[in-house]
């Protein structure tokens, strides 16, 4: 090969340009076919990219279709813009509602007496303990920070959810509180283990304290509870928002007296824009198609795709789907998608979506119109609620079969509670655990109660305002059974829910006693005969039948059938499924384009190969040529020789004659 350049020297013909040009007409057939096959394989890639594409697009909507939730959509409007409102359509019901802003939450805020200097003025030593809410901390104040300034930097850094700041009056400065947070669960409270050994006197540390028994701060801002009123309820919270105060309605407080009329409805056209949102997505995918499959009868040539068996099951497999009377819907009011206005165009394939109609039988039929679209378990019995589907629960009719319902863990005191109980301070205090997790220290108001009932009452009040349960999400219903005695029992239900008394000062007054109380049970049966576990009410199918994974809610007390739920799968559900396993792993789409990527990388290989063959050839070429330019070269050497000793023999012959 480095030889190449000497070729053509004893020719003058067969040269390196010679072999460059029998290289080309040997490599050029094969690579033009080459050429040609990578070209359609990345083209094709390229085109099964695009209807991929188009064909996930078409899953989101469908998948948002699937939702039973986002089928019955609500809104809500107020009346009244300082009382704003906000809606969660997936617990929402119609309703109109009468609100009045009674009081809106406040933090509270305390000021200290005036000091002549931030810096350098003592404000007393010892230890100083914070609190607002569930947050405290204890602070030493000593040499090195017993200033205003070093007060307010301690508090600051605590993070109990108080602020200090420095005032400066103009005539001294002043040292400034603010809770974080709103409301009276959130008021400040101080008290002080005084160096000077008065820890109230309002000299030295103690001139801090603000406590229940002793305020040696000015109160500038009252904490206070936002109040308002729902349909003649009054309703308080720590904060001016009230979350699912009624299902699904959450109210934000904006102004004390402000009143508003809060109307939910349905909001058929936001359910409206999800079908059409689909629609839209389908008629894109069917451009597509036709774009990549179609004959143009202008140009007289196919789309890359024309004559595709893929894309011809797909459109298939789509139609079935959508056209489709749903299983379960055979003699419902709504049993396709033509019954909601969402008909097929014969003449592009797509679809037309009459908006008016659809709206008109979601009013109408909404229980069928979200079955068309949605999974749906349809119940027989009220004390079943169906909650959801798994992922292979399969059409049908299961019967529910309860051996044993959910029911509360609790506390029963051990004897009755009398009337005209005296609670003072030998009897004030109540300590409970709640479902194993939760400590409650009650410390009941002092008086006497003329009726258990009103001391009931005085507990589940102490209970129901406690922070600690409400944070926890957790609480605790209080009454008396048969004979009299306090009950208590928790608000959960199942082996995870129990209230016990961990300790009662002077017990007998209240009938109470230290002991554990009894945990709940969680439900226990079947579903379609298959196997199911239970979790407080929540009975989950576990079985391998078509009712795997169906999760139920038994409210229900009694230990019978409770009829049973007939699930229905809509078409949003099956056309997601579709669309998964059309572009999913070994997919149908996948399949197509692995095997082009291989058909590329055999085309890779067969380049490698004529590279080889090629190079081979040419190395051929130029020994051949080689050979025979040499040979040339001596054949005209030669030649030359001959020439010259004939020309030196004419003169000789000339000379003779």
Known sequence: MAGISSLGIGSGVLNSDLVD??????????????????????????????????VTELRLPMRQLSAPDNLKAFSASSSNEDIAVTVDSSKASRGSYSVKVLGLAQAQSLASNTFADRDSTSVGTGTFTISSGENSATLTIDGTNNTLQGLANAINEAGVGVSAGIVDTGSGYRLVMSSENTGTANAINISVSDDDGLDEDGAGLSQFAFNGSVQNLSQTIEAKDASVEINGIEITRSTNTFDNVIDGLSFEAKAEGATSTV????????????????????????????????????????????GDTSVRAIQSQLRNVLTRVVPGLENASIRTMADVGITTDYETGGLTFDRAKFEEQLKANPDDVTALFAEQGRVSDSGVEFVKAGLNTSQGNYAIDITQPATRGGVTGSSPLSSGVTIDGTNDELELTIDGKTTVNLQLTQKTYATAQELADEIQSQLDSNTALSSAGQSVRVGLDGTGALTFTSGLYGSSSNVSVMSVEDGASLGLSVQTGTLGKDVAGTVGGQEATGEGQMLTVVGAGGAKGIQLRISGDEARTYGNVKFIEGI????????????????????????????????QEERVRLDDRIASYQERLVSQFTAADSLIARLSNTGDYLTQQLAALAPQNFNKK
Not at 27 to 52: C, M, W
Not at 580 to 603: A, N
Request: proline fraction near 2%; avoid cysteine; glycine fraction near 10%.
């Open 263 to 306: 109307k939910v409805d349905q909001d058929f056209g936001a359910v409206a824009d999800r079908v059409g949102a689909f629609v839209e997505k389908f008629n894109a995918l069917q451009a597509t198609i036709k774009g990549l499959s179609g004959f143009n009868a202008d140009t007289g040539q196919g789309g890359i795709l024309s």
């Open 21 to 54: 040009q029998l290289v080309a007409a040997e490599r050029k057939p094969v690579e033009d076919r080459l050429n040609f096959k990578t070209q359609r394989a990345e083209t094709l890639i390229s085109a099964y990219g695009t209807l991929r594409s188009a």
């Open 572 to 603: 949003g559900e099956s056309a997601v499924n579709l669309v998964t396993s059309i572009v999913g792993p070994d997919g149908t789409l996948d399949t197509k384009t692995s095997s082009l990527t291989r058909d590329l990388e055999r085309i």
